[in-house]
């Protein structure tokens, strides 16, 4: 539990009375506002507010409680402003995670920008495509995709990463060029990717006019993104890859797209971080900064 956090939202609660109202005004859902008081009686062994279908009332431990930790909300608040009313410039070191292939083509390419504006934070970057538990493990935050896990920390998508569907000529002279996504079913070769945790691989998915082929069967798989692009590039399989991140291995002539007008869904991709009472002044740079340079489109082309 994020105990700063939880009274956060226990002193909005005391309020406006409401966990909708609650859940509302801090941006999260109503069902993490419960749980985050939930969790702050049980760390205190006491009830602070009594629940009813209508509304909800402050119990005298709850109120005595609340005057606590406004005084220490508006003290780091305080704290807070002063930072920044003096102008100190972020600085210290901001521990990221990102997965292997976003890491190579997509975030350390971008980051001698970032160290230009902010030479004094020093950025220590995990590459993995891992679960990975932020708070237990010293994290700042980390880039993510697709399903996201833990409703307490707070998570802003950053882009979609179209995919395409690629085989390196030598493949293709081997086995022919798909005409349809079916033709993968016999006589081809899938290279897939299977996500950290779990052994089962990806489906190839592809939907054209409202049509929609899914193909499960894979005879290679790694759960490494910079792993899928070797097999697909040793001639392996054919198999499907974000497109920027393949694109100069297209312009190379390494690898060929195939099956063009058959397209998978797009792939969100999330900064996620702790919500915003608890974050450092260097982190809220790095998160300022992201959104602005891969919100430019002409960044990315």
């Avoid at 409401?18 to 419960?34: D, E, G, I, K, V």
């Avoid at 797209?257 to 058959?262: I, K, Q």
């Avoid at 009472?277 to 740079?285: D, N, P, T, V």
Wanted: hydrophobic share 40%; glycine share 8%; aromatic share 8%.
């Amino acid at each position: 539990m994020n105990q700063l956090w939880a009274m956060r939202v226990f002193a909005r609660l005391v309020e406006t009375e409401s966990f909708s109202r609650t859940a509302a005004q801090l941006s999260m859902p109503r069902s993490t506002a419960s749980k985050l008081i939930h969790d702050l009686e049980g760390h205190l062994g006491v009830r602070l507010v009594q629940r009813t279908t209508r509304q909800v009332s402050v119990t005298p431990e709850g109120l005595a409680y609340y005057e606590h930790a406004i005084r220490l909300i508006s003290e780091i608040d305080e704290a807070d402003n002063a930072i920044k009313a003096h102008g100190l410039r972020p600085k210290g070191r901001l521990r990221i995670d990102v997965p292997s292939t976003v890491a190579r083509h997509l975030l350390i390419p971008a980051l001698s920008e970032f160290s230009s504006a902010y030479p004094e934070i020093d950025i220590a970057l995990g590459v993995s495509d891992r679960q990975v538990n932020i708070v237990g493990e010293g994290v700042d935050c980390v880039i993510r995709g697709g399903q996201l896990g833990d409703p307490l920390l707070v998570a802003r998508q950053l882009m979609s990463l179209d995919y395409g569907t690629y085989a390196s000529p030598q493949y293709l002279r081997r086995h022919g060029t798909p005409v349809h996504p079916d033709d993968l079913r016999d006589g081809h070769v899938l290279a897939s990717y299977f996500p950290p945790g779990t052994e089962r691989p990806m489906p190839m998915v592809f939907e054209n006019s409202g049509q929609r082929v899914e193909i499960e069967a894979a005879k290679f798989t790694t759960n490494d993104g910079e792993a899928h692009v070797a097999l697909l590039q040793a001639g392996l399989g054919i198999g499907q890859h974000f497109s920027i991140c393949v694109r100069p291995l297209l312009e190379r002539g390494e690898l060929v797209e195939v099956l063009p007008g058959w397209c998978r869904p797009s792939f969100p991709l999330h900064i996620i971080y702790p919500p915003d009472g608890l974050r450092s002044a260097r982190l809220s740079a790095f998160i300022d900064w992201i959104l602005k340079y891969w919100g430019d489109p002409g960044r990315l082309g």
